[in-house]
């Protein structure tokens, strides 16, 4: 029985988090009223020239530096023609002779893909397309020239990968070291980070590349191991019944699980790539890259090694709090304003994300402040508010910052000290519970958690559980 391995390379397209286009002062904000966001120069007007933006460059050369990559000390755009209908000078500045960086690598750990190294051929800058807009009739398509000129890093990796675990996890680590490098938001299904997949199968033991198919559309990691699995089996079918693999652009569609040739994969040479006259080629310097290099924040592996070592937490919590840049930024000031490592990390893992998970939000989305955060653990700590209050206005916290001791002073909620006041609620809740109260005698001490959560429930939340445990204990002691 014959037996494929499949060979998988990576072209990762990132849209760079630059408030202006890359050869236009055009804003990139996501989700304009279409075609508002638009000059002569990104609408290829004659006679417009472009100017490079400064910052695209710069964040080219940060990613190349985290990622390994050789910087070229001359770099320069070429011309990509090709004629459709959301580009709109009919050809796509881009970088094919002289890249920006070349021969890097990211190496790879992980259950269940052990060490696995893989080459970055090359990161080059680019500018996007715009998009298009179907109707519902399938009758007529509209155009928005808001994306068209977005800043594009364009990361290709050599053909190292050999399944979606590792496809996956190449875009994790690449995702989060861009992420932390504060470059891009990297949000898939918002198109700021956007993956083709050329994949092709070869016989166990052959040396020699079979042909490959290029995957496009791919918009999640459940779109892409979906895409892989199918077309990986769409080619083992064609050469076990000995056909050939045509080398073509393929479109996946989600909903039908299942690729549609789009075109013939085009070469080099079909685009007729030449150097873009209008644009100088970029001499950059030992000093600049060495400014940048500098300048570099700390990444996530070395900040997890810290906040084990600086803050005494697990591995566990190490690696959840710093997963997103955002959290692990408000973690740290939160503790620097006096709140504990410990505390602070377990609302974060606990509250924090089961609050972000529940309303569809990005870590990055939450409103809440260090100082704020910091204030509410002050009040749980000093027993001014009882940890389900605290719970109450985390979630507010989170969703829309306030001052915790505004929220408790409007709200009412500080924590009930009048022991008489608890002792009359406590007299209460044991006449209401007799069965508790007579496991509780008989000797199942288990049998008091009820009566406290009935007492706080009572209390609505505003008593010290401690307390309302101790004052139990005392009433129920007179029953015996």
């Given at each position: 029985?014959?037996?494929?391995?499949?060979?998988?390379?990576?072209e990762?397209h990132?849209?760079?988090?630059?408030?202006?286009?890359?050869?236009c002062?055009?804003?990139?904000?996501?989700?304009?009223?279409?075609?508002?966001?638009?000059?002569?120069?990104?609408?290829?007007?004659?006679?417009?020239?472009?100017i490079?933006?400064?910052?695209?460059?710069?964040?080219?050369?940060?990613?190349?530096?985290?990622?390994?990559?050789?910087?070229?000390?001359?770099?320069?755009?070429?011309r990509?023609?090709?004629?459709?209908?959301?580009?709109?000078?009919?050809?796509?500045i881009?970088?094919l002779?002289?890249?920006?960086?070349?021969?890097?690598?990211?190496?790879?750990?992980?259950?269940d893909?052990?060490?696995?190294?893989?080459?970055?051929?090359?990161?080059?800058?680019?500018e996007?397309a715009?998009?298009?807009?179907?109707?519902?009739?399938?009758?007529r398509?509209?155009?928005?020239?808001?994306?068209?000129?977005?800043?594009?890093?364009?990361?290709?990796?050599?053909?190292?990968?050999?399944?979606?675990?590792?496809?996956?996890?190449?875009?994790?680590?690449?995702?989060?070291?861009?992420?932390?490098?504060?470059?891009?938001?990297?949000?898939?299904?918002?198109?700021?980070?956007?993956?083709?997949?050329?994949?092709?199968?070869?016989?166990?033991?052959?040396?020699?590349?079979?042909?490959?198919?290029e995957?496009?559309?791919?918009?999640?990691?459940?779109?892409?191991?979906?895409?892989?699995a199918?077309?990986?089996?769409?080619?083992?079918?064609?050469?076990?019944?000995?056909?050939?693999?045509?080398?073509?652009?393929?479109?996946?569609?989600?909903?039908?699980?299942?690729?549609?040739?789009?075109?013939?994969?085009?070469?080099?040479?079909?685009?007729?790539?030449?150097?873009?006259?209008?644009?100088p080629?970029?001499r950059?310097?030992?000093?600049?890259?060495?400014?940048?290099?500098?300048?570099?924040?700390?990444?996530?592996?070395?900040?997890?090694?810290r906040?084990?070592?600086?803050?005494g937490?697990?591995?566990?919590?190490?690696?959840?709090?710093?997963?997103?840049?955002?959290?692990?930024?408000?973690?740290?000031?939160?503790?620097?304003?006096?709140?504990?490592?410990?505390?602070?990390?377990?609302?974060?893992m606990?509250?924090?994300?089961?609050?972000?998970?529940?309303?569809?939000?990005?870590?990055?989305?939450?409103?809440?402040?260090?100082?704020?955060?910091?204030g509410?653990?002050?009040?749980v700590?000093d027993?001014?508010?009882?940890?389900?209050?605290?719970?109450?206005?985390?979630?507010?916290?989170?969703?829309?910052?306030?001052?915790?001791?505004?929220?408790?002073?409007?709200?009412?909620?500080?924590?009930?000290?009048?022991?008489?006041?608890?002792?009359?609620?406590?007299?209460?809740?044991?006449?209401?519970?007799?069965?508790?109260?007579?496991?509780?005698?008989?000797?199942k001490?288990?049998?008091?958690?009820?009566?406290?959560?009935?007492?706080?429930?009572?209390?609505?939340?505003?008593?010290?559980?401690?307390?309302?445990?101790?004052?139990?204990?005392?009433?129920?002691?007179?029953?015996?």
């Open positions: 029985m014959e037996r494929f391995e499949t060979v998988i390379g990576l990762v990132v849209e760079l988090s630059t408030k202006t286009k890359i050869f002062g055009c804003s990139t904000a996501f989700g304009g009223r279409p075609n508002s966001q638009v000059c002569p120069v990104c609408m290829g007007m004659p006679g417009t020239l472009p490079l933006n400064r910052q695209v460059l710069e964040d080219a050369i940060a990613v190349g530096l985290v990622l390994g990559c050789e910087i070229r000390r001359e770099s320069r755009f070429d990509k023609n090709y004629f459709y209908p959301d580009n709109p000078q009919n050809y796509q881009s970088q002779y002289q890249p920006i960086g070349q021969n890097g690598e990211v190496c790879l750990e992980g259950k893909i052990g060490k696995k190294r893989v080459r970055i051929h090359e990161i080059h800058m680019e996007d715009g998009k298009l807009i179907h109707d519902e009739t399938g009758r398509s509209f155009i928005d020239y808001n994306r068209a000129g977005v800043p594009l890093i364009e990361i290709v990796t050599e053909p190292d990968l050999s399944g979606s675990e590792e496809v996956i996890a190449f875009l994790e680590k690449l995702r989060e070291s861009l992420r932390y490098l504060g470059v891009s938001d990297c949000k898939l299904q918002e198109g700021s980070m956007r993956a083709d997949v050329n994949l092709s199968l070869r016989r166990v033991g052959e040396t020699r590349l079979g042909t490959r198919t995957m496009k559309n791919l918009n999640s990691y459940h779109a892409i191991a979906d895409a892989i199918a077309e990986r089996e769409r080619q083992q079918e064609i050469l076990k019944s000995g056909g050939i693999v045509i080398q073509e652009t393929r479109r996946w569609d989600e909903d039908r699980k299942q690729s549609f040739s789009m075109r013939s994969k085009e070469d080099t040479k079909d685009y007729r790539y030449f150097p873009d006259p209008d644009i080629v970029l950059i310097s030992e000093e600049w890259i060495g400014r940048i290099h500098e300048s570099l924040p700390e990444m996530r592996g070395e900040k997890k090694k906040f084990q070592a600086e803050y937490l697990s591995d566990y919590d190490a690696e959840l709090i710093s997963e997103s840049p955002y959290v692990a930024e408000l973690f740290e000031k939160t503790v620097s304003l006096g709140a504990g490592a410990k505390k602070a990390a377990n609302w974060l606990g509250e924090g994300f089961r609050i972000c998970r529940e309303r569809g939000l990005d870590p990055e989305e939450m409103a809440l402040t260090p100082e704020h955060f910091a509410l653990l002050r009040l700590e027993k001014v508010i009882s940890q389900t209050v605290a719970k109450e206005l985390f979630e507010s916290m989170v969703l829309e910052d306030a001052d915790p001791e505004r929220l408790v002073a409007e709200r009412r909620l500080a924590t009930v000290s009048d022991e008489g006041h608890l002792k009359k609620v406590t007299r209460e809740i044991i006449e209401q519970n007799p069965k508790s109260v007579q496991d509780y005698l008989g000797g001490e288990k049998a008091i958690g009820y009566l406290v959560g009935q007492t706080m429930k009572a209390m609505k939340g505003q008593a010290d559980p401690t307390v309302v445990t101790r004052l139990l204990q005392e009433e129920l002691s007179k029953l015996r």
